[in-house]
């Protein structure tokens, strides 16, 4: 390892014909050369003025106007270029306002073979100590990076000369966790000689980015970085020294407001004089002691010099100078930054690795004598592979131990990295194909469930259709009925006024001829009645629904009956006596919590006060535990009675609970019976209510074909007579029609129902058919109306 501070030299740019020299001195000593500049005050500034007038910096050698391009090399590229060619990495440099010379330092000019700078210089010089050095095997690549407006791009491509900048593929910076920077689409070109060295440099310069500026005809508006790679290698040895060496032309500084360019050449400037301000803070940021962070990754520039710039590399800077008056502030500016770059200290290390090929070769050397070594100390030749018996046995093994249940079991399988590899492999393949079973498993439970469910859906889908078609049969049975009883009631009203004789009767015929005409559905004939009775007998059985369940009508006749059972009252009484019941156990558990809650809080006092003694007991043993305790046996007191209560209440909880159980168990008896009791009765009110029809059918026949004439002209005179009194009656009460009479066998009832459907029905005479025909009426109703068939 080699540490040093960065070498920094000075050139003087000679002056032109009309450009008029500074004030400036030249101080050569051996050690080191040291620059004057002398600023004189101007007068117009007045007589007070505190300018500096002289500045002095120290270099490592100032080379003056007259000094050649060899001389130059000599002094500042030969060492570096030495340094290269044992191992470590080197760069060079220059640094100055644009037109101060730094392009003719580095790359040379191009009319005498005598101005050829330093890059060419140093190519024929390495060829030329590899052409002496046969103790080794050289190889060299050259790369030419160029940097313009902050984009990097490769000079060495061929297709820079036939394709536009901005077509080119960019060079990226790419970092790898050493924090090593490498360079993306920048090629590598071999050299193994020094024409094949120049002609990449020629390539490079031609397609460099060239300008004419007021400060300089072809001034460079980019920076570049020439690039020598070197590796080397002692024939039988194992290791490979690697070394670069940067030679680096930076683009001028320039002050816009002097040089007053503008457009294109305004941008490129803007770009130039930001990067070079990166590579300033940079240089400072070294020169500081105590800084924790450098600033590499503000520019490219100075993220590609990062190693050349306080890393492993050996520096050198050249500060190109330009005395000219014009531009003594941008001299004196450079000056001022080849000082803060002196500060900087670098550290080159010996890049030396081993080459992995006889790296392998060697290793390989080795597994043979290890395995020889084996073979001669086990009796065994080893192979790479398992034999078969081999794989047999571990198989049986691995089973065994995986079978056993025993936690502390072990798998031996001897101190052979074969057959420890083949056992891990085994345990990877057998896991991955648990879990591969265990996803296919998955996926047919998975899709089994989706087709249950589906089967489900469809069985609910199909289940719901037949509900519905059910609905609509029910609902246009009913309708049709209602449209044949009426049209049945018109007909027996027509026979019976028809059958009858006398004036009166005629007379009493005719009114009621009248009322019906008004509305004809307000009255039903005998005959009527007993379809209507005997459809009602049937419909509710047609309306139950599969599986058990009631229908509408159903179900409101269960609630009116379950009104009426003896037994409602008992489930009732149950009910509320159950719902105290449960409030009391309720309230006693909560009691008891309270109770433990309690007694627990005893318990930590008790814990306490035996701490609290144990730690006075340290300090007086006799009299601590000689005395009892009076606030310990007065908590003892309270838990036991608090555990009496305890005992007593969850005694109590119990009996609730037992008494809980045995009214659940009535009320569910009581359920049942009542849910019996309603089936029983709902089968016979059927029976009944047909028998009843069958009776009212043949009343009315008798009454209607009796022989007797006085008879039946009187029972016909008093059926009209009651007829015409009851409509007269209706139409003075009820003049909107919303209650109607029926009347049959000198009974009447009247139903309440909707002005548009307004309907004399004549009933049995018995209280419970009656009641069921109502029951079953209203449930009909309010599915018409539901299914928007309510006029109907």
């Known amino acids: 390892m080699v540490k040093e501070t960065i070498r920094v030299y000075a050139r003087l740019k000679p002056?032109?014909?009309?450009?008029?020299?500074?004030?400036?001195?030249?101080?050569?000593?051996?050690?080191?050369?040291?620059?004057?500049?002398?600023?004189?005050?101007?007068?117009?500034?007045?007589?007070?003025?505190?300018?500096?007038?002289?500045?002095?910096?120290?270099?490592?050698?100032?080379?003056?106007?007259?000094?050649?391009?060899?001389?130059?090399?000599?002094?500042?590229?030969?060492?570096?270029?030495?340094?290269?060619?044992?191992?470590?990495?080197?760069?060079?440099?220059?640094?100055?306002?644009?037109?101060?010379?730094?392009?003719?330092?580095?790359?040379?000019?191009?009319?005498?073979?005598?101005?050829?700078?330093?890059?060419?210089?140093t190519l024929s010089y390495i060829f030329d100590?590899?052409?002496?050095?046969?103790?080794?095997?050289?190889?060299?690549?050259?790369?030419?990076?160029?940097?313009?407006?902050?984009?990097?791009?490769?000079?060495?491509?061929?297709?820079h000369e036939a394709s536009r900048l901005e077509d080119l593929p960019k060079v990226t910076i790419m970092e790898d966790p050493d924090q090593n920077i490498h360079l993306k689409n920048l090629s590598l070109q071999q050299a193994s000689n020094e024409e094949e060295a120049l002609n990449l440099l020629f390539l490079g310069d031609t397609n460099r980015m060239i300008a004419e500026t007021p400060m300089n005809q072809a001034s460079t508006r980019s920076h570049c970085i020439f690039?020598?790679?070197?590796?080397?290698?002692?024939?039988?040895?194992?290791?490979?020294?690697?070394?670069?060496?940067?030679?680096?032309?930076?683009?001028?500084?320039?002050?816009?407001a002097k040089t007053g360019v503008g457009g294109h050449l305004l941008t490129e400037a803007k770009?130039?004089?930001?990067?070079?301000?990166?590579?300033?803070?940079?240089?400072?940021?070294?020169?500081?002691?105590?800084?924790?962070?450098?600033?590499?990754?503000?520019?490219?520039?100075?993220?590609?010099?990062?190693?050349?710039?306080?890393?492993?590399?050996?520096?050198?800077?050249?500060?190109?100078?330009?005395?000219?008056?014009?531009?003594?502030?941008?001299?004196?500016?450079?000056?001022?930054?080849?000082?803060?770059?002196?500060?900087?200290?670098?550290?080159?290390?010996?890049?030396?690795?081993?080459?992995?090929?006889?790296?392998?070769?060697?290793?390989k050397r080795e597994i043979q004598e290890l395995k020889d070594e084996l073979?001669?100390?086990?009796?065994?030749?080893?192979?790479?592979?398992?034999?078969?018996?081999?794989?047999?046995?571990?198989?049986?093994?691995?089973?065994?131990?995986?079978?056993?249940?025993?936690?502390?079991s072990a798998l031996d399988v001897g101190a052979d990295m074969r057959k420890i590899k083949y056992c891990f492999t085994y345990l990877k393949l057998r896991q991955n194909h648990s879990k591969i079973s265990d996803e296919k498993l998955l996926s047919h439970h998975i899709s089994e469930e989706k087709e249950t469910s589906k089967e489900a859906e469809k069985e609910e889908l199909k289940k719901m259709k037949e509900l519905l078609q059910q609905r609509d049969n029910e609902i246009n049975i009913l309708v049709n009925m209602l449209k044949n009883e009426r049209k049945k009631a018109q007909d027996a009203l027509f026979q019976l006024n028809a059958a009858s004789a006398g004036s009166t009767s005629l007379k009493q015929s005719h009114c009621i001829n009248v009322e019906e005409s008004q509305n004809p559905s307000r009255f039903f004939s005998v005959k009527e009645a007993k379809d209507l009775s005997s459809s009602v007998h049937r419909l509710p059985f047609l309306s139950r629904m599969k599986e058990g369940k009631m229908s509408l009508g159903c179900q409101e006749a269960f609630e009116v009956f379950k009104q009426d059972h003896a037994d409602s009252i008992t489930i009732e009484d149950n009910k509320q006596l159950l719902k105290q019941r449960f409030a009391e156990a309720k309230c006693l558990g909560e009691k008891i919590n309270e109770v433990r809650n309690r007694i627990n809080h005893l318990k930590g006092e008790i814990t306490q006060r035996?701490?609290?003694?144990?730690?006075?007991?340290?300090?007086s043993p006799s009299e601590v535990l000689d005395a009892l305790d009076p606030v310990e046996a007065k908590l003892?007191?309270?838990?036991?009675?608090?555990?009496?209560?305890?005992?007593?209440?969850?005694?109590?909880?119990?009996?609730?609970?037992?008494?809980?159980?045995h009214l659940q168990l009535l009320m569910e008896k009581a359920k049942m019976k009542l849910q019996k009791d309603f089936e029983v009765w709902w089968t016979e009110g059927g029976t009944n209510l047909q028998t009843q029809q069958e009776k009212t059918v043949l009343v009315s026949s008798l009454n209607t074909t009796m022989v007797y004439p006085q008879f039946v002209k009187s029972s016909q005179d008093l059926s009209a007579n009651s007829f015409s009194e009851t409509a007269r009656a209706n139409s003075n009460e009820d003049p909107s029609g919303k209650n109607s009479s029926i009347v049959f066998n000198n009974l009447?009832?009247?139903?309440?129902?909707?002005?548009?459907?307004?309907?004399?029905?004549?009933?049995?005479?018995?209280?419970?058919?009656d009641a069921d025909i109502l029951a079953f009426i209203k449930a009909r109703q309010s599915i018409l109306q539901k299914k928007g068939l309510g006029n109907k």
């Open 375 to 408: 073979a001669l100390v086990t009796g065994k030749q080893r192979t790479s592979q398992l034999s078969q018996e081999d794989l047999l046995q571990l198989d049986e093994l691995i089973e065994t131990f995986l079978e056993d249940s025993d936690p502390e």
């Open 129 to 159: 100590q590899l052409q002496k050095d046969n103790s080794k095997v050289y190889t060299t690549h050259v790369s030419y990076l160029e940097i313009y407006n902050e984009c990097g791009y490769d000079l060495l491509d061929p297709r």
């Open 271 to 363: 770009y130039i004089n930001l990067s070079l301000h990166y590579l300033e803070q940079v240089i400072i940021a070294l020169a500081e002691k105590n800084r924790s962070h450098i600033p590499y990754r503000n520019s490219m520039m100075t993220s590609v010099l990062r190693d050349s710039l306080g890393g492993n590399c050996m520096t050198t800077m050249i500060a190109t100078l330009s005395l000219d008056k014009r531009n003594i502030e941008e001299s004196i500016s450079t000056c001022r930054f080849a000082q803060r770059v002196a500060l900087i200290k670098n550290e080159a290390v010996l890049n030396e690795e081993i080459d992995p090929k006889l790296m392998i070769i060697q290793l």
């Open 610 to 619: 035996h701490i609290r003694r144990a730690a006075l007991a340290v300090s």
């Open 227 to 256: 690039t020598i790679h070197i590796s080397s290698k002692e024939p039988g040895s194992p290791t490979i020294r690697h070394s670069k060496l940067h030679l680096v032309d930076l683009a001028g500084s320039e002050r816009v």
């Open 15 to 121: 002056l032109g014909r009309r450009q008029q020299a500074g004030i400036y001195s030249v101080d050569d000593e051996k050690s080191a050369s040291s620059l004057e500049i002398i600023v004189p005050r101007d007068l117009a500034d007045g007589f007070v003025n505190n300018k500096r007038e002289s500045y002095k910096f120290k270099f490592q050698k100032i080379f003056d106007q007259e000094a050649k391009q060899d001389v130059v090399f000599d002094s500042i590229a030969k060492p570096v270029a030495e340094c290269a060619l044992a191992g470590y990495n080197g760069t060079i440099f220059a640094y100055g306002q644009t037109g101060s010379g730094k392009t003719f330092t580095i790359t040379g000019g191009a009319e005498r073979y005598s101005d050829r700078g330093i890059i060419p210089r």
């Open 636 to 661: 003892r007191t309270q838990i036991e009675e608090e555990k009496k209560s305890y005992k007593t209440m969850f005694n109590r909880l119990k009996g609730l609970k037992v008494e809980i159980e």
């Open 748 to 769: 009447t009832t009247k139903i309440r129902t909707s002005p548009s459907s307004s309907t004399s029905i004549p009933l049995t005479g018995d209280s419970q058919t």
